[in-house]
T-cell receptor, first 116, second 110 residues
Framework: GAVVSQHPSRVICKSGTSVKIECRSL??????MFWYRQFPKKSLMLMAT?????????EQGVEKDKFLINHASLTLSTLTVTSAHPEDSSFYIC????????????FGPGTRLTVT | GEDVEQSLFLSVREGDSSVINCTYT??????LYWYKQEPGAGLQLLTY?????DMKQDQRLTVLLNKKDKHLSLRIADTQTGDSAIYFC??????????FGGGTRVLVKP
């Protein structure tokens, strides 16, 4: 089946620094990737949708200058949390789909970000 | 936007059936998914149903869809301890966007 990886799985960074999270589709081409955020014991909230080669579409309330998304290739999307603060600490999960009409999204294992 | 509601918790004895319920608001949802999440892990797609179907069975899993009432359920037959996890209902809207319910934590007791 389709596999999506995320790197790193866990990261701890100091307040004010930036951290990059990678999402890779390992055995298929992902024309669309999604980034979600999950707070402890809560549901997933869609942050943004990125299509390869174009700018990401952010959900309402998500700061695009704080959460930079790059989808430069069909197998890689990155999320950079800039000037991180403790309130950015969360579980970030990406998913990938092989086309806008593809009925399946394949989820990565998630990245736990802790900002101290 | 879409609003998806699930009950928070379900406790079931091993070997019994589990039924997890979900209600949603967007009648234009095309596909409706069930995902499973184990502690500290990502999401695993369990099954899905297309909006023109009433029922779908996949081994121990049965999905029922009442489109009129916007109600979706997942039945797990012969529940095992490995089924203990959080289950998310996620209707899909235009652009392949999923809206997740709050998740139902299922605890299977031996």
């Amino acid at each position: 089946g389709a596999v999506v990886s995320q790197h790193p799985s866990r990261v701890i960074c100091k307040s004010g620094t930036s951290v990059k999270i990678e999402c890779r589709s390992l055995d298929f081409q992902a024309t669309t990737m999604f980034w979600y955020r999950q707070f402890p014991k809560k549901s997933l909230m869609l942050m943004a949708t990125s299509n390869e080669g174009s700018k990401a579409t952010y959900e309402q309330g998500v700061e695009k200058d704080k959460f930079l998304i790059n989808h430069a290739s069909l197998t890689l999307s990155t999320l950079t949390v800039t000037s991180a603060h403790p309130e950015d600490s969360s579980f970030y999960i990406c998913s990938a789909a092989s086309g806008q009409n593809s009925y399946e999204q394949y989820f990565g294992p998630g990245t736990r970000l802790t900002v101290t | 936007g879409e609003d998806v509601e699930q009950s928070l918790f379900l406790s079931v004895r091993e070997g019994d059936s589990s039924v997890i319920n979900c209600t949603y608001t967007d009648s234009s949802s095309t596909y409706l998914y069930w995902y499973k999440q184990e502690p500290g892990a990502g999401l695993q797609l369990l099954t899905y149903i297309f909006s023109n179907m009433d029922m779908k069975q996949d081994q121990r899993l049965t999905v029922l869809l009442n489109k009129k009432d916007k109600h979706l359920s997942l039945r797990i037959a012969d529940t095992q301890t490995g089924d203990s996890a959080i289950y998310f209902c996620a209707p899909r809207a235009a652009g392949n966007k999923l809206t997740f319910g709050g998740g139902t934590r299922v605890l299977v007791k031996p």
